[in-house]
């Protein structure tokens, strides 16, 4: 019976060991995985990286003179933070940044010409809300002036309502149109 109870024992202390193991070389196996993506995620987050690619000079160049590339507050806003989900939460900011790279990295080898004004829209259209809430979550702190307060509380009690999202009234927080800065001539417009 002692010699039954020896091999029981002896074959879960081996089991005991080998899940231990398991567990050990999965843990050091995702702390690496961790470290690895968020050093490849922080080296493909800068502004400087996005404009590699020909395509985003107008909009860097739009961005830089924006007032979230350039403010007296000294606070720069970069690409990631608005275009993508917030870094905090990590899986859905790195599947994000996947897609969106692998899309831009096919547009720039593959695509077709790069059609700026069509981005723009696309952008315009789809951009999610909550983007500009995670940073200006109090949007009755401050307001210039008193039609600003009643659009921005509208867009506190109606959220969801396409007539109050952010960049109907703030198009141009993070990308300055050129056209803002230099307007077309109306003699030109019909050529």
Not at 75 to 103: M, Q, R, W
Not at 143 to 152: F, G, V
């Amino acid at each position: 019976m002692f010699k039954c109870m020896k091999k029981s024992v002896k074959r879960l202390w081996s089991i005991a060991k080998k899940l231990a193991l398991g567990f050990i070389l999965g843990l050091i196996f995702t702390i690496s995985a961790y470290l690895i993506t968020s050093s490849i995620v922080g080296n493909t987050s800068s502004a400087e990286f996005c404009i590699s690619c020909h395509e985003m000079d107008e909009a860097y160049a739009s961005w830089e003179i924006s007032a979230h590339g350039s403010n007296l507050s000294g606070i720069t806003v970069t690409c990631v933070d608005c275009h993508l989900p917030p870094k905090e939460h990590f899986i859905s900011h790195v599947y994000a940044k996947s897609i969106a790279g692998a899309k831009d990295f096919y547009q720039h080898n593959f695509g077709p010409e790069y059609d700026l004004e069509f981005q723009r829209q696309k952008v315009l259209k789809h951009f999610p809300q909550k983007r500009c809430t995670d940073c200006h979550d109090n949007l009755l702190a401050k307001p210039a002036n008193s039609a600003s307060r009643i659009a921005h509380q509208e867009v506190v009690n109606n959220p969801d309502k396409p007539e109050n999202q952010c960049l109907r009234c703030h198009e141009n927080a993070g990308h300055i149109r050129m056209t803002i800065l230099y307007p077309v001539p109306d003699k030109m417009k019909g050529e």
